[in-house]
């Protein structure tokens, strides 16, 4: 079969690999979509990150090359021993942690903070950026003839957002910083709108994100080359800042307006995944008793994010701006998301079957 195999910075091939078997307590999936995550970006720019390169993953027992590809939907076409609630036909779609189950972050349900956490697409065992893959079925979670295929490619993020919100107890009634607009920030912003939020403000450059970012449902879009972000946000809201902040951008001038935009004991939650350290004055932080915490991923809240976009409490519509077929990732992909016209793209969604173009 083929797949898009991750090599090195810069370096993605699509190949022949041969085509994965179902094993105990698994399901085999016919990939329909996967999408290009920003995950996928840094790897290919800045990695390896999370691909394990010159060690195989503790789990999974691959390094690189590894297959691509964690944000899909496909349908069930072969399933292992001992799997009961999976059946062959079922349209699923698949939250890609892979953790050990044994360690102590594990034995707290808290499989996404596991000591030897890979994701499949990243870590090795196969991935979405293929014809076929294989993944336990306990992971693997049907969804409704009501959501598509292309749509269902976008839960993964979408639960990425959600569970950032749990993570900084974000309250109904709450005001909101989202730092950034990408795929990401626009998931939170529909997030935070479907939470209650009263006040959602965004920080976004000029571009068609802005555009994006309001449809998505922000209140205010506010451009740092125009305006001080904080000032802005505090003038938004009665001088006290907001009550919640959302760094999605992996960039400094993010992390510093996400503090200074929040209000006394506020939090701000990071989501990006960053390529480089940053510097921080910890008195920002003691002064006023600001939080900053971070989030990797989810943990249990594929059901109710499918449940609100089956629902369509989070629409996610407009997020595909391009499909392509796998054979064609590489320049249609890749190339177009970290060449000048990255910033018109929200999602772009691959299928390895052209039928489906």
Not at 206 to 234: F, L, T, W
Not at 294 to 317: C, H, L, V, W
Not at 322 to 334: A, N, Q, T
Request: aromatic residues 6%; proline residues 4%; glycine residues 12%.
């Amino acid at each position: 079969m083929k797949a898009a195999l991750w090599y090195g910075r810069e370096d993605v091939r699509v190949e022949e690999v041969d085509e994965p078997k179902v094993v105990e307590g698994s399901v085999k999936i016919r990939v329909k979509w996967c999408g290009i995550c920003g995950s996928d970006l840094h790897e290919y720019l800045g990695g390896p990150i999370f691909i394990p390169q010159d060690s195989p993953h503790p789990i999974s027992g691959d390094k690189a090359p590894v297959i691509l590809g964690h944000e899909f939907s496909g349908e069930v076409v072969e399933v292992g021993k001992g799997v009961s609630d999976i059946e062959v036909g079922d349209r699923v779609a698949v939250e890609p942690i892979v953790a050990c189950g044994e360690c102590d972050a594990c034995k707290e349900g808290k499989y996404n903070l596991c000591s030897s956490l890979g994701f499949h697409g990243l870590c090795g065992g196969g991935g979405g950026f293929a014809e076929y893959t294989v993944f336990p079925a306990k992971f693997v979670h049907r969804i409704p003839d009501s959501l598509s295929f292309e749509k269902a490619a976008l839960i993964e993020p979408i639960a990425v957002a959600i569970h950032s919100l749990r993570i900084g107890k974000f309250m109904t009634g709450q005001t909101a910083l989202v730092l950034g607009a990408g795929p990401i920030g626009l998931a939170t912003i529909e997030a935070l709108k479907a939470a209650g939020a009263s006040l959602v403000v965004v920080m976004q450059r000029k571009s068609i994100r802005q555009d994006y970012a309001v449809r998505a449902g922000a209140d205010v879009v506010i451009d740092p080359n125009e305006v001080d972000v904080a000032k802005e946000v505090k003038r938004l809201t009665g001088g006290n800042g907001v009550d919640v902040s959302f760094e999605t951008t992996g960039a400094k001038i993010g992390f510093d307006a996400g503090i200074e935009s929040i209000k006394y004991n506020g939090t701000m939650v990071v989501t990006s995944i960053w390529e480089n350290e940053i510097n921080i004055n910890p008195n920002v932080l003691v002064f006023t008793e600001k939080n900053v915490i971070g989030t990797i991923a989810y943990r249990n809240e594929f059901p109710a994010t499918i449940s609100q976009m089956s629902d369509e409490r989070i629409k996610a519509q407009g997020y595909i701006t391009k499909k392509i077929v796998l054979d064609d990732i590489v320049e249609e992909g890749f190339g177009t998301l970290t060449g000048p016209q990255k910033k018109q793209h929200v999602k772009i969604i691959v299928t390895p079957q052209k039928e489906l173009l």
